[in-house]
């Protein structure tokens, strides 16, 4: 069977180019920081006060005062820089981070994003998410294509509560990569080992098949 996240994973890694400053959201994308080639050097940036994030630790590098957005243990990267919240999400607002890598719960064809919270469930709060998807240039979502009872989760509107409306750049699944343009949800390529018949089967959300399709 296909591991649908190293799916995910591995395509999100191309969307980081070098010298980029990036945000990865909690969940599948903060597996983006271990998968980053060695040659392309980026700044990851986490909202609550860290600049310039290390891939996982080994057991012997865990320090419980080292932590990502999502709560778990990270390292860090030579150079890094530690701050409060004010100054992180004042370089989110202010409009500096390259690309933001984020999860969604569901996302809409016009590229509305709902990620934040399902109803009747604990939330700890919103996180950065909300600010993320308006002051970052560029929004790239990540998650499975489908839920764990077999369900779109690329919906015609999206059914959960909203993170924000059509601040979708890309979307990448383990079946498809989407763009959101002017003429509306467009798949641009089909990850390997599904096909376009799979992928509209499985896509709620009305699109169009690119005519380069990759």
Known sequence: MRDSRQLIVTRAVQEVKDGMYVNLGIGIPTLVADALPADVNVLLQSENGLLGIGPYPT????????????????????????FDSAASFAMIRGGHIDLAILGGMEVSQDGDLANWMIPGKMVKGMGGAMDLVVGAKRVVVIMEHVNKHGE?????????????KAVVHRLITDLAVFDFTEQGMVLIEVQEGSSVEEIQEKTEASFVVAEHLQ
Not at 59 to 82: C, P, S
Not at 152 to 164: Q, Y
């Open 59 to 82: 057991e012997a590098e865990v320090d419980a005062d080292l932590i990502n957005a999502g709560k778990e243990t990270v390292t860090v990267a030579r150079g890094a820089a530690f």
């Open 152 to 164: 779109s989760k690329i919906k015609k509107e999206c059914t959960l509560p909203l993170t924000g």
